[in-house]
């Protein structure tokens, strides 16, 4: 990304603010008085042209430079990642003029002069098509319960997998049941307490510092491949577990099946927290329980919110190609349930407003439903499934092996209904 010590008259600005004689509280001042001005009369308002440059495409792209604006979240201009023999002769162009005719990415225009983080960015990106309005933008982030709640963004700052008071980072890290779940095969049994109680920099400092005292024999965190494996054998088990075990305590938390002549398709987006690599997948079932159609794909670098997003899309277009006509949607992220259900869908913060707007305007049914993630399993098994070797998009008219106890587990639960 583009810094702004970069520029030429950066340290020259500097230079003049700067006096010896001067103390260094009076220097930091004089620093920064000098390049507020500098930062107004040079690039003007840097802070709101950042906001600007660094939101989210929501439009037709006509108005946006591929290479030298920064639209791809927050990777920067793409003409600072091209090698130096390219850079010079990089041409203006519109994003739109960088999508084919089927209103696809025309990859053979750029994926040779990029890097991978950018190819990986660019494709989790829905192609602006030329029925859009013009150029707007939007701004998204995703933040811990606990950092939402004290940011006035939610009422409940209690973590939505196992209903702990306080969802803060070290909760997500080890205290969650499911983040357990994946300690318990991968510390050593010796000092799984110490792993789980320590202080939280001397525990940060310790992960890194010595990355074979925790993990059991063979392995150390420099390993990312087994910890990955791990938690998707721990993951899915717990959940399974936990549902069946909250189910009998009265709490509503298995899937319920759609009314007469409607399908309901539950969908999730998963987030792989060492790579930043995003999938999504979902399940459509009718009232029997009966498969009517699965899908996984694999997206790119995005947040869990846009995994999430993209899950809905794709269970849509799903839906409709097939031919189905009375559709719920059910996810188990609430931001995602809100922006769909009740929000107005043109303030969605996402490259996919054009295709969801689209979808919900077509001559069908559709409604949402959101569901606590026990009930929501097999979605989150065809979502980790792209990660299993089962790239892009893919499309099951028969459920694969992966999700065939999830979906036992839903259909014990309809019969006790």
């Not at 998707?232 to 319920?256: C, D, E, F, K």
Request: proline fraction near 5%; aromatic fraction near 10%.
């Amino acid at each position: 990304m583009y810094c702004v010590a970069e520029h030429p008259d950066f340290k020259a600005v500097i230079e003049r603010a700067w006096d010896m004689n001067r103390s260094i509280i009076d220097n930091l001042q004089r620093c920064q008085e000098g390049l507020t001005h500098w930062n107004a009369t040079t690039f003007g308002h840097i802070g709101q042209r950042k906001h600007r440059l660094l939101a989210r495409l929501k439009g037709d792209g006509s108005l946006v430079d591929f290479w030298y604006d920064s639209w791809v979240g927050d990777v920067g201009p793409l003409c600072l990642l091209c090698p130096s023999q390219w850079r010079q002769g990089l041409p203006h162009v519109s994003v739109r003029a960088m999508v084919t005719m089927t209103e696809e990415w025309w990859w053979d225009g750029f994926q040779q002069m990029l890097p991978a983080t950018a190819l990986l960015a660019i494709a989790v990106i829905k192609p602006p098509t030329n029925d859009l309005t013009v150029d707007s933008v939007g701004w998204g982030c995703l933040l811990t319960n606990s950092d939402r709640y004290r940011r006035h963004l939610t009422d409940d700052p209690s973590c939505s997998i196992c209903g702990a008071a306080h969802e803060s980072v070290l909760h997500v890290l080890r205290g969650c049941v499911e983040a357990r779940a994946l300690w318990l095969r991968v510390i050593k049994d010796d000092k799984l307490n110490e792993f789980l109680l320590m202080e939280e920099k001397q525990w940060m400092l310790m992960n890194l510092q010595k990355p074979d005292y925790f993990p059991k024999s063979g392995t150390n965190w420099d390993q990312g491949q087994r910890l990955l494996e791990e938690s998707l054998r721990a993951r899915i088990p717990s959940r399974i577990g936990r549902a069946s075990a909250l189910w009998q305590l009265g709490l509503n938390v298995r899937w319920s099946a759609p009314p007469f002549s409607w399908i309901k398709v539950n969908i999730d987006g998963a987030r792989n927290m060492r790579s930043g690599l995003t999938t999504c997948g979902g399940v459509g079932r009718d009232l029997n329980g009966n498969w009517c159609f699965g899908f996984s794909r694999a997206l790119g670098l995005c947040s869990s919110l846009d995994a999430e997003l993209w899950g809905v899309y794709e269970g849509l277009a799903t839906a409709w190609s097939l031919g189905f006509s009375r559709i719920i949607v059910e996810t188990d992220c609430r931001d995602a349930y809100e922006m769909v259900a009740h929000g107005n869908p043109r303030q969605l913060g996402s490259s996919l407003l054009s295709g969801l707007i689209e979808l919900q305007h077509r001559p069908w049914e559709i409604q949402f439903s959101f569901v606590r993630r026990e009930g929501n399993v097999p979605a989150d098994i065809m979502a980790r499934l792209a990660w299993r070797g089962y790239p892009e998009y893919r499309r099951y008219m028969e459920p694969p092996l992966e999700v065939s106890d999830a979906l036992q587990l839903d259909m014990e639960s309809l019969l006790m209904q």
